[in-house]
């Protein structure tokens, strides 16, 4: 991703990072929270409370990444939480918010944020999050990752739910989900 050099300072935008499971979502957000904090940028970033992979103050990527983290439940609390001199705003795992999350990261670019979030771009059943596809659209940078197919090797952008689960929320990693290219998807029946 290249930021535009003739932005104005104060301008405010958002930046999607997506992707299937073990595409490097998370490290890639590490990645550019890492750097602004580097440029001494006031950053905060978010976590939701629903995913209790790794604990509730920090996230970590499958490589065991690590940063700090405030872990809320709604995208009201993210609000709350904001303070007005952060200057960078990262949200991971945005496919576990409410859909007020669209309007809350709106809200804060406009206020002159620089706005990162990172999440799925589609569920197990190869369907939109409906968060995820209204940010890309609003959004001025989408980045979208792909991992690599557990089954070829190709590269993968599908999320195969290996456990047996029919909810659409289920927090797992190796034990419960593998990325599969489109060849090696298999779309569930039910
Ligand atoms: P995401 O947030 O997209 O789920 P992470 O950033 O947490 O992904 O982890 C990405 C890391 O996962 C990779 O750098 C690699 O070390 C590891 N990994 C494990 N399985 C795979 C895979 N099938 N394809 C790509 N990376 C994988
Ligand atoms: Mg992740
Ligand atoms: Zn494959």
Not at 4 to 21: A, D, F, S, T, Y
Not at 150 to 165: H, L, V, W
Request: net charge positive; hydrophobic share 40%; glycine share 4%.
């Amino acid at each position: 991703m290249v930021v535009n050099p003739l932005i104005r300072h104060k301008q405010g935008w958002i930046e999607v990072i997506c992707g299937c499971m073990f595409s490097g979502k998370t490290e890639e957000l590490i990645r550019r929270v890492r750097t602004a904090l580097i440029a001494k940028q006031k950053v905060q970033l978010f976590n939701s409370k629903i995913d209790t992979r790794y604990g509730l103050d920090s996230i970590i990527s499958h490589n065991q990444n690590k940063v700090a983290a405030i872990c809320v439940k709604t995208s009201a609390e993210i609000l709350q939480h904001v303070e007005k001199d952060t200057q960078v705003v990262a949200i991971d795992e945005i496919n576990f918010f409410d859909k007020g999350l669209v309007a809350v990261c709106e809200e804060l670019a406009n206020k002159g944020k620089r706005v990162i979030v990172a999440g799925l771009d589609t569920d197990y059943r190869a369907e939109p999050f409906e968060v995820m596809a209204a940010l890309m659209a609003k959004a001025e940078y989408v980045t979208k990752n792909l991992a690599v197919c557990t089954k070829c090797g190709n590269p993968a952008s599908f999320t195969q739910r290996i456990s047996k689960d029919k909810k659409r929320i289920v927090v797992g990693t190796t034990d419960s989900y593998q990325a599969r290219c489109r060849r090696c998807y298999k779309k569930p029946r039910d």
